[in-house]
């Protein structure tokens, strides 16, 4: 074949007329000569494993037909309806200035790359990580993932695909194993309720800290942390508490005077086993606590609790902590599932979600996320907390690691920990070192009077990585993978350093002995074919992904590709510390560089921090670099914070724990448009005190608003900031930013937008951009390599970069799509969107349109229905029959339905869906005409379980053909039945009940 064959073997699209070659080698591309030309190639010749179209549901012939019914020729002419002009950018996708003049990241390749160099690819980040033995601790240990949780649940799309279980119907199998993660952690703690997962063990103990000054009302002004809780705990908190104006009081708590100054305290939180590992029993502290008052809280080791007190046993009000040493990788700090659980008292205040029985139609026990009222999708403002997404994924991994073992086995795992501990410490006490009393550990043996960074260094010759925890003392913390060959490899190079005598085996395994039953199970092992069964028994209960859409508006739940997630395996990335050396983390270090350059290529931002793991978490972020700036330049007065009454509950929830006081903005009754008139009036009202503006774009109600660009002139000609909710991201790539639009700041769902998995409810991840003007008051953290921009005052979370081990996903989409790839996803799923409308229009009222056209989203209006007995409720129950999810209920507008059907679904799903909606539309249609009265029909009793079909007795006006076979395709396509009546959503708040009945199972 000559030089001008070869050139016909090169395919390429155009993104802002810019040739991309999208099917040859990547090496090719850039290394050989002969495909920098213009000439075309056989499709025929490239590669078979390309995921643009994979991972873009609609096939070509597909698109036409949809175009054809939108009476449109072509995407660029939808686009051309969709999005207002001088909206769109025509440099979208395009570097930023300041970019062009890096050479050491180029930026998102124009040409995306195979699955199998994906995998080349991370297999070569990985590399770069370096695995040594770490007794590091400070809240992150080494652990055995058993492998059926890992084969199972970690890498299972049954569970890492589905959504946060509101549809209480179809989430029975994770209610119910997040209920035993509750009742798990109900046992350990000894308390009375706890809350199904939390970010962090850190913020965890912040959100705590806010819970105690809520609980007084404000009125009291100071919160007591130990000076011996781990360091960024108090970091978090204090950051947490300068917002809110109240005092940190750091201190040791054994000489602090409560009984004088405890009146002004809200709480009083311990680290146990503390910063040094000791054990302390609090029972007479907390005694002198609460007669103050104070609430007391215990920041606890999970695992210690199998051995020691209970936080209840010791006084503790509140306990916070972490699990992920139950089974879940250290991931170099995440995800993990924190926790909060308290005393019956407070449950009504503890942040996050909360799982609880109820009963359903039938009278059966089911479960249901319980007392909703306090959380911020309906407080709002008035919420003490912003969690949203939280760890469910994990949270389910870690509850049921504790079933995998159970309490035997759990036990065993603590007491050898201990006991290695314990045969550690009396070596080298016997070695002449200063070893803090070894008799008041769990896991960790603390080192006085030594040159700490000449002894670290000295392991790290060894592949040893050891805490220095001040210039005179170090730490080993042990866990559930050490050994005792790993403890006589630790003595013998400590005993070297001292220049004592080295133990010999001999001696070794006599001290052994004194130190009863180390070493001798690794855990019960009793997988069996019940793990295996229980675990399929759960998942079958569901819908995740795996078995259907799941259109909720504002959630874009697209595809999450097996080849993005298969990295998150790796030990390479599992098994680091997030607090070790940066040589040990190159891998991490270099992907968490160029994920930063591929954000602000997106976003047309200048620097990004990818430490917020929630998107909660990246608002709360990114309106304290707003405020953080303005107290910089002499403007710290500013205090008012505009925001639509169509945004998220998250936005006012982190206004207020930023401390801004919120000021609503009304919405044009015809349009959804933000209202432009009360914006200018209300900003030039407050321009001497107005911090900023946040507004979600496209917005909430589905639409790319006109006006976008001068609210936010608006804004930024009376002094104040914008804030863009990045919730809607899905929509923009390729067409416009939000720092094109003149935003400053803005966080990024990576969890919607960049595909990596919703997990049941978490894990999310939560990035913030900024213009160069904030860049400095980004989050950091007493961990983050140097390089990395941020306010060491600012600490959000319990590592740098939070929950890094799934940035790999995030990372592999980008580069698995390409600029193509990535421009092509938000043209499908704005085509998507607006085939459904036109489809549906004609059955349904849409709340909101622009010129007919939505943007990636759309409302349909379930009110007009109210007459006929039909709530929103109703329809989203009864497409359970039909083996769907529902839209999102009641959001922004209440009883109406957002349908978000993303890029990844194609026409056969889009057509099920719609039909599913038209079929009933028409059994409404039914009430109306008295065929079915408004007391019994399809919807009012929905959903329609196995139990109810094969009743003996149908007292219905309809079949039982219609009630769970509405539609043929329901049953030739595999039936997922509802293993549940409809929920009884208010009695289970009225009884609320926690924990599973026999808390014992733990």
Request: glycine share 8%; charged share 20%.
């Amino acid at each position: 074949m000559n030089k001008l064959n070869i050139l016909n073997l090169v395919t390429k699209k155009n993104v802002n007329n810019k040739k991309i070659y999208l099917f040859t080698s990547a090496n090719s591309i850039n290394n050989n000569r002969f495909f920098q030309n213009e000439q075309k190639i056989d499709e025929s010749l490239k590669s078979s494993d390309f995921l643009v179209e994979r991972h873009i549901g609609p096939n070509q012939e597909q698109i036409d037909l949809m175009l054809k019914k939108l009476n449109l020729s072509s995407i660029q002419q939808l686009i051309e309806n969709v999005i207002p002009e001088h909206v769109r950018d025509p440099n979208a996708l395009q570097k930023n200035k300041n970019q062009q003049n890096q050479d050491k990241n180029q930026g998102i390749p124009e040409r995306a790359l195979t699955e199998s160099e994906i995998l080349e690819h991370m297999k070569k980040i990985a590399s770069q990580n370096k695995i040594c033995k770490t007794y590091i601790g400070e809240g992150f240990y080494d652990t055995h993932t058993p492998s059926v949780i890992l084969r199972n649940v970690f890498e299972n799309p049954g569970w890492y695909t589905a959504y946060t279980p509101y549809q209480a119907e179809i989430s029975q199998g994770r209610l119910e194993n997040l209920l035993n993660f509750q009742t798990m952690i109900v046992e350990l703690t000894g308390l009375d309720v706890s809350n199904a997962s939390l970010l962090d063990e850190s913020s965890a103990a912040a959100e705590a800290a806010i819970l105690t000054n809520a609980n007084f009302n404000g009125k009291r002004r100071k919160f007591f942390v130990s000076e011996n809780a781990f360091p960024v705990t108090i970091e978090c908190i204090k950051t947490r508490a300068e917002q809110l104006n109240f005092e940190v009081i750091v201190g040791n708590e054994f000489e602090f005077d409560f009984e004088k100054e405890g009146k002004d305290i809200s709480g009083v939180l311990v680290q146990n086993p503390n910063n040094q590992g000791q054990i302390q029993d609090y029972t007479e502290l907390f005694g002198k606590v609460k007669q103050q008052k104070c609430i007391p809280i215990m920041a606890c080791d999970l695992l210690s609790l199998t051995l020691m007190k209970t936080p209840k046993q010791m006084g503790a009000e509140i306990a916070v902590g972490n699990s992920q040493r139950f089974g879940v990788p250290m991931g170099y700090g995440g995800p993990h599932a924190a926790w909060m659980s308290s005393i019956d008292k407070y449950k009504r205040k503890l942040p996050g979600r909360i799982i609880g029985k109820t009963s359903d139609s039938k009278g059966n026990t089911v479960l249901r996320m319980a007392l909703q009222t306090r959380e911020q999708h309906i407080k709002r403002e008035k919420a003490t907390s912003n969690i949203c997404t939280a760890q469910a994924l994990l949270a389910n991994m870690a509850a049921f690691y504790g079933i995998y073992h159970g309490p035997k086995g759990l036990l065993q795992i603590s007491s050898r920990i201990n006991k290695l501990a314990q045969l550690l410490g009396k070596i080298l006490s016997g070695s002449g070192f200063q070893v803090l009393e070894i008799q008041k550990v769990f896991d960790t043996v603390c080192v006085q009077g030594v040159e700490a960074e000449k002894i670290r260094e000295f392991l790290l010759q060894s592949e040893i990585n050891v805490r220095k925890i001040n210039e005179e003392s170090f730490s080993i913390s042990l866990d559930e993978t050490c050994t005792l060959e790993d403890v006589y490899k630790l003595a013998v190079l400590l005993q070297k350093f001292k220049g004592c005598q080295e133990i010999s085996q001999e001696a070794f395994a006599d001290i052994t002995r004194e130190i009863q039953g180390v070493g001798i199970q690794q855990g019960l092992q009793r997988e069996g074919q019940f793990m295996q069964q229980y675990l399929t028994y759960l998942e079958r209960k569901d819908i995740a992904l795996n078995k259907s859409m799941i259109p909720l508006g504002s959630c874009t739940m697209k595809l999450n590709a097996a080849s993005q997630l298969i990295p998150v395996s790796w030990p390479q990335f599992g098994k680091l510390h997030p607090y070790v050396p940066q040589e040990q983390a190159k891998g991490y270090i270099e992907m968490h560089a160029n994920m930063v350059e591929y954000l602000k290529q997106v976003t047309k931002f200048d620097a990004f921090s990818l430490q917020p793991n929630s998107g909660a978490t990246g608002e709360y972020a990114g309106l304290l670099a707003i405020k953080g700036y303005q107290k910089s330049i002499g403007q710290g007065h500013r205090n008012i914070c505009l925001i639509p009454t169509s945004a998220h509950g998250t936005n006012p929830a982190s206004a207020i724990l930023a401390g801004f006081t919120i000021i609503s903005v009304n919405s044009e009754s015809q349009n959804g448009y933000v209202d432009l008139e009360d914006l200018k009036a209300k900003a030039e009202k407050y321009k001497d005190s107005l911090a900023c503006f946040m507004i979600t774009y496209p917005s909430t109600f589905g639409i790319y608003e006109d006006g976008i660009k001068s609210a936010i002139d608006i804004i930024h000609e009376n002094g104040g900031q914008v804030y863009m909710d990045g919730a809607n991201m899905n929509a923009q790539i390729g067409y416009t930013s939000p720092g094109y639009l003149g935003a400053d700041v803005c966080h990024l769902n990576l969890h919607k937008t960049f595909a990596i998995p919703h997990g049941g409810g978490g894990p999310g991840l939560g990035p913030i951009g900024v213009k160069a003007h904030l860049a400095k008051f980004l989050p950091g953290h007493k961990y983050s390599p140097s390089d990395v921009l941020g306010s060491r005052d600012v600490t959000i979370a319990q590592s740098a970069f939070s929950s890094a081990s799934i940035i790999p996903i995030s990372y592999s989409y980008i580069l698995q799509l390409g600029l193509y790839g990535l421009r092509r996803s938000t043209e499908m799923a704005i085509l998507n969107a607006n085939y459904l409308l036109n489809i549906l229009k004609p059955h349904y009222q849409i709340v909101y349109n622009r010129n007919g056209y939505c943007a990636h989203e759309f409302i349909i209006d379930i009110r007009p229905f109210k007459k006929f007995g039909i709530k929103a409720g109703d329809i989203s129950k009864r497409l359970q029959d039909f083996s769907f999810h529902s839209p999102t209920v009641s959001f922004p507008i209440p009883e109406t339905l957002m349908i978000e059907p993303t890029e990844s679904e194609d026409l056969d799903e889009l057509n099920r869906l719609a039909e599913a909606l038209i079929t009933i539309r028409k059994e409404i249609q039914q009430i109306e005409s008295g065929e079915y009265s408004q007391d019994d029909n399809p919807l009012i009793n929905a959903p329609h379980t196995q139990a109810d079909i094969i009743a003996t007795e149908w007292n219905h006006c309809y079949s039982r053909e219609v009630a769970a076979f509405p539609l043929p395709w329901v049953m030739s396509r595999g039936k997922q039945w509802p293993p549940i009546g409809r929920a009884d959503e208010a009695m289970g708040d009225r009884n609320f009940v926690g924990v599973q009945d026999n808390k014992k199972t733990f």
